[in-house]
């Protein structure tokens, strides 16, 4: 059953669900904007439950730490009832999966998405984040053809002077 709301955030919608929770359309009620709250479901396993929190709180912390006008922005992480969420960037747009079915990208729209996707995984990569999931179901298009790259829960970083070699070489691999 869908909240109301959740601290501040009113609750508007259910956008999807995933391996780690649920996200809604919510209004975040003292700045007066919309954003996408992920919103971590718990389990009966604890110690499940204890490897997805520690997952949770790693993607907001991996996705937040970047700043990149085509990576989806983290606003907070928190907690409120015994409910883990984190609030984000709302991304108003078609994801990438939605986009294909529907009809063919032309050739320079297909360039032109892939350069926007090159230069945020260059971001990430550059301070040591590794994305591990992308996929078209993670990547948003918006209605201003602008890429945003969303959902880093199965993010990585790397923790060597070599980072940015090491994760190109780790994407290439997977």
Do not use: C, W
């Not at 949770?56 to 992480?77: C, M």
């Not at 984040?129 to 201003?144: A, C, E, F, Q, Y």
Request: net charge negative; charged share 30%.
């Amino acid at each position: 059953m869908m909240p109301e709301s959740i601290g501040r955030y009113r609750i508007i919608s259910r956008l999807g669900a995933g391996g780690m929770g649920e996200v809604f359309l919510a209004e975040d009620q003292s700045l007066g904007r919309r954003v996408a709250l992920k919103v971590m479901m718990s389990s009966n396993d604890a110690v499940a439950d204890d490897g997805r929190q520690r997952r949770f709180l790693q993607e907001a912390r991996l996705a937040s730490a970047l700043s990149h006008p085509n990576i989806a922005q983290i606003f907070e992480i928190g907690e409120e009832d015994a409910v883990r969420f984190i609030a984000m960037e709302f991304v108003d747009g078609e994801p990438l999966h939605h986009r294909i079915q529907r009809e063919p990208i032309e050739p320079a729209a297909v360039i032109d998405i892939a350069i926007q996707l090159f230069d945020a995984l260059e971001e990430a990569h550059t301070k040591g984040i590794v994305h591990r999931d992308l996929k078209p179901s993670n990547i948003m298009l918006t209605g201003r053809s602008r890429v945003k790259i969303l959902d880093f829960g199965l993010a990585t970083r790397l923790e060597t002077s070599e980072s940015a070699e090491q994760a190109t070489r780790l994407t290439m691999d997977s």
